[in-house]
């Protein structure tokens, strides 16, 4: 009798059991298919029915240890116990075997960068300012919530089910019209780690490295056709991809401009490092290696290219990635991008919280953007229906204080910006000294530089009626406060003077990079007049080589005297090699040729660029 009864048990328990294992298979067929919140993986998890049947085991078994104590038998009591125990954790185990990979993934590096500490950022990285999430690296994210998920996929998902040829990446996704992927020779490398800080760089095999010269070569040719030869050769090369997506842009073809960048982040991502992270803002990469730049370069023009696409959010994160690679140099200048792209995207809180967490060490509060962003930060925040009056008043007088201490600290971006929004200042602010003609005149050269650039990129977010009312009251009470010879006006001039005499090269870089025709003409003499090339703008002066060109030996000798030089040298076509022996880099003339942007670049730098470079 007690034989049978620990028999029926047994098998009620493995029947249990089975029946849970098959649950959870059947979740795991169907996950790909689970579409409505309730059956999300993150939500469901598959946990629900395990923990029923877990209990129905701990019924079963306490319902025969009281039925063994009875006969006396402990001994099989604790063996059935351990059995069934064991049983319900290999359930356990396999159930949590099936979650979802990525997801699981995501969640650890999430919880890194909870923890680990950037001494770079300056503190810890928070997550709400420049955490990076992999599902905003894609715009199809983004798209969704504007036009839902049927309209953004359609009948893309039954053919991304069956593709099974690519590798699986975060930035983007592999076209089916792509070359045959093959390694081109790019690997990376860990250099250092250090206070949980990960160094790493790009490295060319010496595959790679001979493609780069015969890259350099194409360059030189000042025929886009050659670059496309070797692409048809080796279709992942960086520099030949974002050389030639310039060229497609200049011509007007974005679609294929845009393919050509996916296609160079691609190439990439397949040659990560297992410890390279683009989410926990502990990866570090090298500005100073000239195999690193490609990498910055390829993920700016792709941020522009989805801010052109209506897709600010996801350049945002993009923007966030590009300062988390080497926050502390900033090589691309991306503070002078990111409240921009903030403001677009409506992260107000990201904003504000950015410029108090970095405001003690980085001095924001000196530049432009953040001056004028902030302020209009806090106005926004204000006009937010669902907010209390009394945090509306607050966030509406930080607003308004914000602004003043702007337009006293920058009083040149006033009229430029009322002059692109194409609104007519009043009278008595045109002609009063402050904000009038001197004010533009006597900007230091790296301030003008600094305020065009805002100007340039910005003055559509003030062009809304209501900015423009708040605008032209803090305008009235500046001035107030100017005739009154406030001490802040004073305080503030000598800072000016003092300040902004001269740009670092990364915020030259940054102007040539972003296309704005306002800011472009202000640049110095000492960039506009030196050959720029798009695959690498304004090089850093201090660049850690790892190879180098080999000499190209010069055939023949030239046999004329000096004054055949000379004579010849008064032709505009003049080259001192000869015909078709130009020297390792172009001239200007040339680039202009090969591209009529010389800085072209991720967002922009074309046509207008050259045109302000042969006016200076």
Same mark, same amino acid.
């Given at each position: 009798?007690?034989?049978?009864?620990?028999?029926?048990?047994?098998?009620?328990?493995?029947?249990?059991?089975?029946? $849970?294992?098959?649950?959870?298979?059947?979740?795991?067929?169907?996950?790909?298919?689970?579409?409505?919140?309730?059956?999300? @993986?993150?939500?469901?998890?598959?946990?629900?029915?395990?923990?029923?049947?877990?209990?129905?085991?701990?019924?079963?078994?306490?319902?025969?240890?009281?039925?063994?104590?009875?006969?006396?038998?402990?001994?099989?009591?604790?063996?059935?116990?351990?059995?069934?125990?064991?049983?319900?954790?290999?359930?356990?185990?396999?159930?949590?075997?099936?979650?979802?990979?990525?997801?699981?993934?995501?969640?650890?590096? /999430? #919880?890194?960068?909870? $923890?680990?500490?950037?001494?770079?950022?300056?503190?810890?990285?928070?997550?709400?300012?420049?955490?990076?999430?992999?599902?905003?690296?894609?715009?199809?994210?983004?798209?969704?919530?504007?036009?839902?998920?049927?309209?953004?996929?359609?009948?893309?998902?039954?053919? /991304?089910?069956?593709?099974?040829?690519?590798?699986?990446?975060?930035?983007?996704?592999?076209?089916?019209?792509?070359?045959?992927?093959?390694?081109?020779?790019?690997?990376?490398?860990?250099?250092?780690?250090?206070?949980?800080?990960?160094?790493?760089?790009?490295?060319?095999?010496?595959?790679?490295?001979?493609?780069?010269?015969?890259?350099?070569?194409?360059?030189?040719?000042?025929?886009?056709?050659?670059?496309?030869?070797?692409?048809?050769?080796?279709?992942?090369?960086?520099? $030949?991809?974002?050389?030639?997506?310039?060229?497609?842009?200049?011509?007007?073809?974005?679609?294929?401009?845009?393919?050509?960048?996916?296609?160079?982040?691609?190439?990439?991502?397949?040659?990560?490092?297992?410890?390279?992270?683009?989410?926990?803002?502990?990866?570090?990469?090298?500005?100073?290696?000239?195999?690193?730049?490609?990498?910055?370069?390829?993920?700016?023009?792709?941020?522009?290219?989805?801010?052109?696409?209506?897709?600010?959010?996801?350049?945002?994160?993009?923007?966030?990635?590009?300062?988390?690679?080497?926050?502390?140099?900033?090589?691309?200048?991306?503070?002078?991008?990111?409240?921009?792209?903030?403001?677009?995207?409506?992260?107000?809180?990201?904003?504000?919280?950015?410029? /108090?967490?970095?405001?003690?060490?980085?001095?924001?509060?000196?530049? @432009?953007?953040?001056?004028?962003?902030?302020?209009? =930060?806090?106005?926004?925040?204000?006009?937010?229906?669902?907010?209390?009056?009394?945090?509306?008043?607050?966030?509406?007088?930080?607003?308004?204080?914000?602004?003043?201490?702007?337009?006293?600290?920058?009083?040149?971006?006033?009229?430029?910006?009322?002059?692109? =929004?194409?609104?007519?200042?009043?009278?008595?602010? #045109?002609?009063?000294?402050?904000?009038?003609?001197?004010?533009?005149?006597?900007?230091? @050269?790296?301030?003008?530089?600094?305020?065009?650039?805002?100007?340039?990129?910005?003055?559509?977010?003030?062009?809304?009626?209501?900015?423009?009312?708040?605008?032209?009251? &803090?305008?009235?009470?500046?001035?107030?406060?100017?005739?009154?010879?406030?001490?802040?006006?004073?305080?503030?001039?000598?800072?000016?003077?003092?300040?902004?005499?001269?740009?670092?090269?990364?915020?030259?870089?940054?102007?040539?990079?972003?296309?704005?025709?306002?800011?472009? &003409?202000?640049?110095?003499?000492?960039?506009?007049?030196?050959?720029?090339?798009?695959?690498?703008?304004?090089?850093?002066?201090?660049?850690?080589?790892?190879?180098?060109?080999?000499?190209? /030996?010069?055939?023949?000798?030239?046999?004329?005297? !000096?004054?055949?030089?000379?004579?010849?040298?008064?032709?505009?076509?003049?080259?001192?090699?000869?015909?078709?022996?130009?020297?390792?880099?172009?001239?200007?003339?040339?680039?202009?040729?090969? #591209?009529?942007? !010389?800085? &072209?670049?991720?967002?922009?730098?074309?046509?207008?660029?050259?045109?302000?470079?042969?006016?200076?």
């Amino acid at each position: 009798m007690e034989v049978t009864k620990v028999y029926v048990v047994f098998a009620h328990s493995f029947s249990i059991f089975a029946s $849970s294992l098959f649950n959870i298979i059947c979740d795991a067929e169907n996950e790909a298919e689970r579409v409505s919140p309730d059956e999300d @993986p993150e939500s469901n998890k598959g946990g629900a029915p395990r923990k029923n049947d877990n209990k129905d085991v701990e019924n079963q078994d306490q319902k025969y240890e009281e039925e063994s104590t009875k006969s006396g038998d402990r001994l099989k009591k604790k063996k059935k116990k351990k059995k069934t125990k064991m049983t319900s954790e290999d359930g356990q185990v396999n159930g949590t075997a099936t979650e979802n990979i990525d997801l699981l993934l995501e969640n650890l590096e /999430q #919880s890194d960068s909870m $923890s680990l500490q950037s001494e770079d950022c300056g503190g810890s990285i928070r997550r709400s300012v420049l955490h990076v999430e992999h599902r905003n690296l894609n715009p199809e994210t983004e798209l969704k919530r504007y036009f839902g998920a049927r309209a953004v996929l359609g009948d893309q998902r039954p053919r /991304q089910r069956n593709r099974h040829f690519h590798r699986s990446t975060w930035m983007t996704s592999p076209k089916d019209s792509w070359p045959r992927f093959s390694r081109p020779g790019i690997s990376m490398t860990l250099l250092d780690s250090k206070n949980g800080i990960h160094c790493f760089t790009f490295e060319h095999n010496r595959d790679y490295q001979q493609v780069q010269f015969k890259f350099l070569e194409a360059v030189e040719s000042m025929d886009p056709n050659n670059i496309v030869a070797l692409l048809q050769l080796n279709p992942y090369h960086i520099d $030949s991809l974002l050389q030639l997506s310039d060229v497609c842009r200049i011509q007007e073809d974005q679609e294929m401009a845009r393919d050509l960048i996916e296609r160079a982040l691609y190439s990439f991502e397949c040659a990560f490092h297992p410890l390279f992270s683009l989410t926990s803002g502990t990866s570090r990469l090298d500005y100073l290696r000239p195999e690193n730049r490609a990498f910055y370069l390829a993920l700016y023009k792709h941020m522009m290219f989805l801010e052109k696409r209506g897709c600010p959010r996801t350049a945002l994160e993009y923007c966030k990635l590009i300062l988390c690679l080497d926050p502390d140099a900033d090589p691309l200048c991306m503070l002078l991008l990111i409240d921009f792209l903030m403001l677009r995207s409506r992260e107000y809180k990201s904003l504000l919280q950015l410029y /108090q967490d970095w405001e003690e060490h980085r001095n924001l509060s000196q530049l @432009p953007n953040f001056a004028f962003s902030c302020a209009l =930060c806090h106005f926004h925040l204000s006009q937010q229906e669902d907010l209390d009056p009394e945090e509306s008043d607050k966030q509406r007088r930080h607003a308004d204080q914000m602004l003043q201490s702007a337009l006293i600290m920058f009083p040149g971006v006033l009229m430029p910006l009322l002059d692109l =929004c194409t609104v007519q200042p009043d009278s008595a602010v #045109s002609s009063h000294s402050f904000f009038g003609p001197k004010s533009q005149i006597g900007q230091p @050269p790296a301030l003008a530089e600094l305020t065009a650039l805002y100007v340039g990129r910005t003055y559509s977010l003030w062009k809304e009626a209501v900015v423009m009312l708040w605008l032209e009251e &803090s305008v009235k009470e500046v001035l107030r406060r100017v005739d009154a010879k406030d001490a802040l006006v004073e305080d503030c001039q000598n800072k000016r003077k003092q300040r902004y005499q001269s740009a670092p090269r990364n915020i030259h870089r940054h102007v040539l990079l972003s296309e704005i025709k306002e800011a472009s &003409s202000t640049l110095p003499l000492e960039v506009t007049t030196q050959p720029i090339m798009g695959f690498d703008p304004l090089p850093p002066l201090d660049s850690v080589i790892s190879y180098t060109r080999p000499e190209r /030996q010069q055939v023949g000798a030239s046999n004329e005297s !000096t004054l055949s030089l000379f004579f010849r040298s008064l032709l505009p076509n003049f080259n001192i090699h000869g015909p078709g022996r130009g020297g390792s880099r172009l001239s200007r003339d040339a680039q202009t040729s090969l #591209s009529p942007d !010389t800085s &072209s670049s991720s967002s922009g730098g074309s046509p207008r660029r050259s045109q302000a470079s042969r006016e200076t």
